[in-house]
C-alpha cells in the first residue's frame, strides 16, 4: 500500500541510506550563474532561513525556483532531503442499494503516511526541500503546520506517550510552488503560507538570462544576446501575454549550437518557431498575430 509520504515522491540524488544526500554529494550541475540580480534574492532568503523562518520560492514555470532552492540548501551546508508534491490516496467507497429505491454512498479518503524522509529530515536536522509542495492537497499539507509553528512533527503511530516528536533545532524548510499553474495544483491554504516567508520570483533581469543560458551553451556571447533580446522582445511586444521563461532561451541556444557543431539544415527562424510554438499558439491554436509579431523580432534579430 503506497503512503502519502511516499507519493510526495522522493527524490534522493545521492541516498546515505537516510533519504538524505550531503551537499558535497550532489551529482555535477552546471555553475550556478551569480548576478547581483540572483545575490540579491540568496542573500534574502539566508537571511530569513538564519533566523528560522521557512523560504517558499512562488513563480511561473522556467523561472529557476528549483535551482534556487537547491543552492540555498547547499549554503546552508547540512544535508539536503528533497520531496516533490504529489498526491495519491486510498480511497474507500461503500454504494449501499439494499433496499432499491434507497442509493447509499459513503466515501473515506484516507491518507496514510510511515517514517519517511520527513521524520528523517525533523529528527536529524536535514534542509527540506518541498519542490511544488501546492500538487499536492492542502489537507496532506497540514502536517507541516505544527512542524513549522511549534516545531512539533505529530506521529499519531508513533510509540510515545506524547505522540509527536520534536524537530531538530537545524531543520529547515524551502518550498517552492507554481502559482499559474492548473492542471494537478491545489489553493495553498493560508495556514501554511502564514508560516513561510514567499519570496515571488518573475522573469530575470537581462544580464542574468544573458548569463544563464551563456553557461548553459557553447554560443558567442553576441549570438547569446541575440537570442534573450528575442525572448525578452516577445514578452514586452505581446505585453505579457507570450510569456516564455529563460528555459526558452537555453533550448534555442543549445540546438543553435549543434546544429552550428553539426552542419545542421535548421533555420535559426524555424528553431525559435518551433520553440516557442507555445507561446504563438496557445491551447494549440495557432494565433496568428503572435506568430506575426514573433517573426518580426527574428527578422530584425540580425542573427547570423
Same mark, same amino acid.
Given at each position: ?49 538564519? !533566523? ?87 489537507? *496532506? ?89 528575442? !525572448? ?13 521563461? !529563460? ?23 524555424? *528553431?525559435?518557431?518551433? *520553440?516557442?510554438? %507555445? ?5 494549440? %491554436? ?19
Amino acid at each position: 500500500m503506497a503512503t502519502w509520504m511516499d507519493n510526495l515522491q522522493v527524490q534522493t540524488l545521492a541516498d546515505g541510506g537516510n533519504g538524505a544526500f550531503a551537499p558535497s554529494q550532489v551529482a555535477p550541475r552546471p555553475a550556478f550563474v551569480e548576478t547581483p540580480f540572483i545575490c540579491g534574492i540568496i542573500d534574502r532568503a539566508l537571511a530569513y532561513a538564519g !533566523v528560522g523562518f521557512p523560504i517558499h520560492f512562488r513563480g511561473p514555470t522556467g523561472c529557476g525556483k528549483t535551482t534556487l532552492a537547491i543552492h540555498l540548501a547547499e549554503l546552508l551546508g547540512r544535508p539536503i532531503t528533497m520531496v516533490s508534491g504529489e498526491h495519491e490516496c486510498e480511497r474507500k467507497r461503500t454504494i449501499d442499494n439494499f433496499i432499491h429505491p434507497v442509493l447509499k454512498t459513503e466515501e473515506r479518503v484516507d491518507y496514510r503516511w510511515v517514517y519517511a524522509r520527513l521524520t528523517v529530515a525533523c529528527q536529524q536536522g536535514h534542509t527540506l526541500i518541498y519542490d511544488a509542495f501546492n500538487r499536492s492537497r492542502p489537507e *496532506v499539507n497540514n502536517i507541516f503546520l505544527a512542524v513549522l509553528e511549534e516545531r512539533d512533527l505529530i506521529l499519531p503511530t508513533i510509540k510515545s506517550q506524547n505522540g509527536y516528536l520534536r524537530t531538530h533545532p537545524d531543520f529547515t524548510a524551502i518550498f517552492t510552488s507554481n502559482p499559474k499553474e492548473y492542471a494537478g495544483a491545489h489553493a495553498s491554504q493560508d495556514a501554511l503560507l502564514d508560516r513561510m516567508i514567499t519570496l515571488d520570483l518573475s522573469h530575470f533581469d537581462r544580464e542574468t538570462e544573458v548569463d544563464i543560458t551563456m553557461s548553459r551553451t557553447d554560443l558567442p556571447q553576441a549570438q547569446v544576446e541575440t537570442i534573450v533580446d528575442l !525572448v525578452r522582445g516577445l514578452r514586452e511586444a505581446t505585453r505579457g501575454e507570450c510569456d516564455p521563461a !529563460v528555459r526558452a532561451c537555453i533550448m534555442i541556444g543549445q540546438i543553435m549550437a549543434r546544429q552550428s557543431g553539426d552542419g545542421g539544415d535548421l533555420t535559426f527562424a524555424q *528553431v525559435c518557431l518551433d *520553440v516557442l510554438s %507555445k507561446e504563438i499558439s496557445p491551447a494549440g %491554436k495557432p494565433d496568428e498575430e503572435r506568430r506575426q509579431v514573433l517573426l518580426d523580432l527574428i527578422q530584425n534579430s540580425g542573427w547570423n
